[in-house]
């Protein structure tokens, strides 16, 4: 059986009249009579890490599935390196490189066997190949474990693997659904400092995440809730936005004992307007000129105050907060 391989010089063609990388016009998609994705629209730009977050079925990885081409919208359109996701889904599809949640990599073969794998079947010519090969193998730090089975990696050396296999056609687009996920603190952050490194070099990314630290890693950030973006833009841009600290109002950070209770004691006072608990602190958001008489009750009431510190808001506070007045709505 012969497989029809695209060829890499190919996947290079980027239409000059497209500036955006993404661009995404009112997409929707619907299963059955459930609406997943409802009218998102968004733009990347070239050499963005663009990070989609949001709670678990809130629709990230339908949204990825339809820029990649694989899943059919409702409605709506996207183009995605120039293409057309309906019309254009086979150019994304040689175009783009896609780590899914369950990337398939063959356990009983080794790392370089895969790597090739990818290779030929993403169309990269024999001529490229070795050099192609040897520069992800760098690129991903795995030459130490090049003939090892890829079973027996570790979670985050698997990881690698797949990122080295997805970036083996040189896309300048790469789609990372929760790259992260379940592995540990440190191989995390060098999988970011990865993806830093590429996106210096000329790649785009759009990955989803669970976590605020790689969500304020990002270049740009979009938040879907119930199946809408609800929240799209840089990082520091999405702390300003005014929902977030109404006017009159300012953000503390409280570190106090028991916090649970305080919590509970905070939310009673007239002048809090919202108090969220963040491992071993409280944030609250109180009017203005009140923190004395908030010092002073809370400590009436037998509390022991840790420390008391004007805050920007943090992105979780910006999510909590948005996603809390979009229940309001
Ligand atoms: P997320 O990636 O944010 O966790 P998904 O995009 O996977 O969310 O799912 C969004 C919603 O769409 C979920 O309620 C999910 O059950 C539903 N969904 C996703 N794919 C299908 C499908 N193929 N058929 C029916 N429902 C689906």
Request: hydrophobic letters at 40%; one cysteine or more.
């Given at each position: 059986m012969s497989l029809s391989i695209p060829n890499v010089e190919e996947n290079q063609i980027f239409r000059p009249d497209s500036s955006d990388i993404i661009r995404i016009d009112e997409l929707s998609r619907k299963f059955g009579s459930y609406v997943a994705v409802d009218h998102v629209s968004l733009t990347v730009r070239e050499r963005n890490?663009?990070?989609?977050?949001g709670p678990n079925g809130s629709g990230k990885t339908t949204l990825i599935?339809?820029?990649?081409?694989?899943?059919?919208?409702?409605?709506?359109?996207?183009?995605?390196?120039?293409y057309d996701v309906v019309t254009e889904s086979e150019e994304i599809k040689?175009?783009?490189?896609?780590?899914?949640?369950?990337?398939?990599?063959?356990?009983?073969?080794?790392?370089?066997?895969?790597?090739?794998?990818?290779?030929k079947v993403y169309?990269?010519?024999?001529?490229?190949?070795?050099?192609?090969?040897?520069?992800?193998?760098?690129?991903?730090?795995?030459?130490?474990?090049?003939?090892?089975?890829?079973g027996s990696l570790s979670g985050g050396?698997?990881?690698?693997?797949?990122?080295?296999?997805?970036?083996?056609?040189?896309?300048?687009?790469?789609?990372?659904?929760?790259?992260?996920?379940?592995?540990?603190?440190?191989?995390?952050?060098?999988?970011?400092n990865?993806?830093?490194?590429?996106?210096?070099?000329?790649t785009t990314f759009f990955v989803t995440t669970h976590y605020m630290d790689e969500a304020e890693r990002c270049s740009h950030l979009g938040y879907l809730y119930f199946s809408k973006l609800i929240a799209c833009g840089h990082p520091e841009e999405l702390?300003?936005?005014?929902?977030?600290?109404?006017?009159?109002?300012?953000?503390?950070?409280l570190k106090i004992d028991r916090l649970t209770e305080a919590m509970r004691e905070l939310l009673k006072m007239d002048f809090v307007q919202d108090a969220t608990m963040f491992s071993d602190a409280i944030h609250i958001l109180i009017e203005q000129g009140y923190e004395e008489e908030l010092k002073q009750s809370i400590q009436e009431k037998g509390f022991h105050i840790k420390s008391f510190q004007l805050i920007r808001p943090t992105l979780e506070d910006v999510f909590v907060t948005l996603t809390r007045s979009f229940g309001k709505e």
């Open positions: 890490i663009f990070g989609l977050l599935r339809m820029l990649c081409g694989i899943l059919r919208p409702t409605s709506g359109k996207a183009q995605v390196l120039g040689k175009s783009i490189g896609y780590m899914s949640q369950q990337f398939s990599l063959y356990s009983d073969l080794t790392v370089i066997e895969n790597i090739t794998f990818y290779a169309g990269v010519t024999w001529r490229q190949r070795k050099e192609r090969i040897d520069e992800v193998v760098n690129i991903v730090g795995i030459k130490p474990y090049l003939n090892q089975l890829s050396w698997k990881r690698r693997l797949a990122l080295a296999c997805a970036l083996v056609h040189k896309p300048k687009l790469l789609f990372l659904d929760e790259p992260t996920a379940g592995i540990d603190p440190v191989a995390r952050r060098d999988l970011w990865l993806l830093f490194d590429l996106s210096a070099t000329g702390k300003e936005i005014p929902q977030v600290t109404p006017e009159g109002c300012v953000r503390y950070e």
